[in-house]
């Protein structure tokens, strides 16, 4: 089945542009022009990715996020911003509030569909796919809904954020460099730095809560690995 994703921009001719090639490709595509309406239709539509600008009229493309990742309709959808800020500042904040990949335009279209199909492919393989509950300590992750409970209570974490716990988690007690975590969470082909998974890990620690943020230990100058206990 054909993947669906929603293009939101306010420039008629980006959506143009990204519809026609994304169609090419085989792609299904559905397209907003404003904050609120790209709200709407991925509630809706239930794209298996968005394209998401910052720029945008009345809501921008940051409120859109926080508020697609504080939904549980929509919290996991992969979200790639494709956006003319290309400070380090706005790359790291769009990563912190849990943005899959941070592009900046202009891109080679070419570029482009090969970073589509690097996240749609972390999204559908790898660490969420199995059923087994793993269990550290007080901390309890359900691969199969993308779940994470501390003491029994749910935690709220994206996408990639779950991807890493749980892939440490499988590692219970091994360091796992930054370039690993790299590598199998983004991928090979994405660019991305070491700070991107420093940001994740501080995110996974915060919301862990002050009595568990030491579950994740850090090996200066190396990596991260899970406490054999919390």
């Given at each position: 089945?054909?993947?669906?994703?929603?293009?939101v921009?306010?420039?008629?001719?980006?959506?143009?542009?990204?519809?026609?090639?994304?169609?090419?490709?085989?792609?299904?595509?559905?397209?907003?022009?404003d904050?609120?309406q790209?709200?709407?239709?991925?509630?809706?539509?239930?794209?298996?990715?968005?394209?998401?600008?910052?720029m945008l009229?009345?809501?921008?493309?940051w409120?859109?996020?926080?508020?697609?990742?504080?939904?549980?309709?929509?919290?996991n959808?992969?979200?790639?911003?494709l956006?003319?800020?290309?400070s380090?500042?706005?790359?790291?904040?769009?990563?912190?509030?849990?943005?899959?990949?941070?592009?900046?335009?202009?891109?080679?279209?070419?570029?482009l569909?090969?970073?589509?199909?690097?996240?749609?492919?972390?999204?559908?393989s790898g660490?969420?796919k199995?059923?087994?509950?793993i269990?550290?300590?007080?901390?309890?992750?359900y691969?199969?809904?993308?779940s994470?409970?501390?003491?029994?209570?749910?935690?709220?974490?994206?996408?990639?954020?779950?991807?890493?716990?749980?892939?440490?988690?499988?590692?219970?007690?091994r360091?796992?460099t930054?370039?690993i975590?790299?590598?199998?969470?983004?991928?090979?082909?994405?660019?991305?730095?070491?700070r991107?998974?420093?940001?994740h890990?501080?995110?996974i620690?915060?919301k862990?809560?002050?009595?568990?943020?030491?579950?994740?230990?850090?090996?200066?100058?190396?990596?991260?690995?899970?406490?054999?206990?919390?």
């Open positions: 089945m054909a993947k669906k994703i929603l293009v921009d306010d420039e008629k001719d980006i959506i143009s542009l990204l519809k026609f090639n994304l169609q090419a490709e085989g792609y299904k595509t559905v397209s907003a022009m904050g609120d790209a709200l709407v239709l991925t509630e809706e539509e239930k794209p298996d990715l968005v394209l998401l600008d910052i009229p009345d809501k921008d493309g409120e859109v996020l926080r508020e697609l990742r504080q939904n549980s309709k929509t919290e959808i992969p979200i790639i911003f956006t003319a800020k290309d380090e500042f706005d790359e790291v904040l769009g990563l912190e509030l849990g943005a899959d990949d941070y592009i900046v335009k202009p891109i080679s279209m070419r570029k569909l090969a970073r589509i199909k690097k996240v749609l492919k972390k999204g559908t660490v969420g199995e059923e087994n509950v269990r550290i300590g007080d901390l309890e992750i691969p199969g809904s993308y994470v409970k501390i003491s029994g209570i749910p935690i709220t974490l994206t996408k990639k954020e779950f991807n890493i716990i749980t892939f440490l988690a499988k590692r219970k007690g360091v796992i930054r370039d975590l790299l590598n199998e969470i983004w991928g090979e082909q994405v660019v991305v730095v070491d991107t998974v420093d940001v890990i501080r995110n620690r915060e862990f809560g002050p009595k568990h943020e030491n579950l994740i230990e850090t090996i200066k100058g190396v990596g991260y690995r899970i406490r054999n206990e919390t």
